[in-house]
């Protein structure tokens, strides 16, 4: 979190300095151009006035206007034929005179002065030591004269009269600045902010630029650390660290304690699920007995009675009868159900058309009676076991055949396609369809959609089915139009040894 601060409080102060640098660039621009200006209408006044042959006699009066209209000027000066003849004021400049600018030995002097014969413009030399002592900026212009070059005009500045005008002394005391020629000469300032990742603005000038460099005295990261605000951020992150610390321990002991109590109750609730469960299982298991008691005495007495007795009392016995092979096909749904989580899976490819025809088998008498027609595409080898996809292939066709139209003959056909991965197999029929709003109700345990006059079942097989094809790892969709037909889709993951094309 300090890193974070110190990082907001670095881009601040960089921000801060980067508009320093760039106001003071702007107005340190501005002062050397209007310097230049002076220099090149020096030139335009010496040309006028030498072809008039005053001006011996009119340049102190001009080169005074021209110390008047800026700070720093230090000499102006003439030099026809390149010879220093004219300077002003000649008190503390005297030495200059008779200075020859092509032959002064010093470094770049001369070289100044025949850069600007070349570039007809004006020249910056400096800053350097001057004959008559102390530092300055020499700027320099041709004059030319009808035929030929007619000598030159110098200005020279004091470099830190321009830069205080430009207010250089009020940078900040935390930064430090170094002003360079592009070649890398110092200007001003102190080289070392050249080191001390700098924000660099340029000053483009008539030949070249400089370049200025505004960068911190230490580090960026020093300022910000010596920000007397992040000494107070520092204690108030660190109360802040250990409050959060404190309620950080607080919250994860009762998270700890809600998780064991959630454990427990899970737990609790687990073993009261598998008690039920093994409840229910044994009681369906255990009332098969005396359930095919009921029923077979029921039939007996039918069988030994039959003639004997009036009609309503042979319709009780026939009741209990048929009671019994309801109850008795209902405890066998139960089991089937609660067995479906405890019966292994087999784990093992299986041929799916293997699997129809057992269930085709078993449901051969009902296909019969109801005079339906089911017809199957080649089925491939699927991941499951037989035992679970004969019991779905027998739930979805017999619906099929139980629910079937009653102005048409029923229609089953059991098809293979590939999808995301999934071996589907669709169970199309032609019969009464299903309401959009039940299509997810009828895969709920005893869930019914007409009487049991109309549709004799007890209401629990596409739960098995449903249970049975999400044990295998898959899923089973409906997709139906009432009046047209239904399509159960079973979706088996495919076997890991066969690819997709």
Do not use: C
């Not at 004269?145 to 009020?170: C, H, M, N, S, T």
């Not at 309401?435 to 869930?447: A, H, K, N, S």
């Amino acid at each position: 979190m300090s890193d974070v601060y110190v990082r907001i409080e670095v881009a601040e102060y960089r921000a801060g300095a980067a508009m320093t640098a760039s106001s003071l660039a702007g107005t340190l621009s501005s002062a050397l151009n209007e310097r230049l200006a002076l220099v090149r209408g020096l030139t335009a006044f010496v040309e006028v006035a030498s072809g008039a042959g005053n001006l011996a006699e009119q340049f102190p009066r001009y080169a005074e206007s021209l110390r008047r209209s800026v700070v720093g000027v230090r000499n102006i000066s003439a030099a026809p034929d390149f010879v220093v003849r004219i300077v002003y004021p000649v008190e503390g400049n005297a030495k200059v005179l008779g200075n020859d600018l092509l032959k002064d030995p010093r470094p770049g002097f001369a070289e100044t002065v025949q850069r600007a014969i070349i570039s007809r413009d004006v020249t910056i030399h400096g800053p350097v030591g001057l004959l008559q002592g102390g530092q300055g900026l020499i700027a320099r212009q041709i004059v030319y004269g009808p035929e030929k070059p007619w000598g030159a005009v110098g200005l020279v500045f004091d470099v830190g009269a321009i830069l205080d005008e430009v207010g250089f002394d009020r940078v900040p005391p935390h930064l430090g600045f170094a002003l360079v020629t592009e070649a890398g000469q110092r200007v001003a300032g102190d080289t070392s902010a050249l080191r001390n990742d700098p924000l660099i603005e340029r000053i483009n000038l008539p030949e070249g630029h400089w370049k200025l460099a505004l960068a911190p005295r230490s580090s960026w990261e020093a300022l910000a650390h010596a920000d007397p605000t992040f000494r107070g951020f520092q204690a108030a992150f660190l109360l802040l660290a250990l409050l959060t610390e404190a309620i950080t321990f607080m919250a994860v002991s009762r998270r700890y304690s809600l998780e064991r109590q959630v454990d427990l109750r899970t737990a609790e609730l687990g073993r009261t699920k598998n008690e039920l469960e093994q409840f229910a299982y044994a009681a369906a298991h255990d009332l098969q007995e005396p359930l095919r008691a009921i029923a077979s005495y029921a039939q007996l007495l039918e069988r030994q009675q039959k003639g004997r007795l009036d009609e309503e009392s042979e319709g009780f016995i026939r009741e209990i009868v048929e009671g019994a092979g309801r109850l008795k096909m209902l405890l066998r749904d139960v089991q089937l159900f609660l067995a479906e989580d405890r019966v292994p899976l087999g784990g093992v490819v299986v041929p799916a058309g293997d699997a129809l025809k057992a269930a085709l088998t078993a449901l051969k008498r009902r296909i019969a009676e109801a005079g339906a027609t089911v017809t199957a595409a080649d089925l491939p080898e699927v991941q499951g076991d037989e035992r679970r996809l004969r019991e779905i292939f027998i739930v979805l066709i017999g619906n099929a055949i139980e629910y079937r139209h009653p102005d048409r003959a029923a229609e089953v056909h059991i098809s293979h396609r590939r999808a995301d991965g999934h071996d589907v197999i669709d169970v199309r029929d032609n019969g009464i369809g299903i309401e959009p709003r039940y299509r997810d109700q009828i895969f709920e345990v005893f869930r019914r959609l007409h009487s049991r006059d109309e549709h004799p079942g007890t209401g629990m097989g596409l739960s098995i089915a449903r249970k049975m094809v999400e044990r295998l790892g898959g899923r089973i969709t409906v997709a139906s139009s009432p009046g047209i037909g239904s399509v159960f889709s079973i979706h088996l993951p495919a076997p890991a040894f066969r690819g997709f094309p």
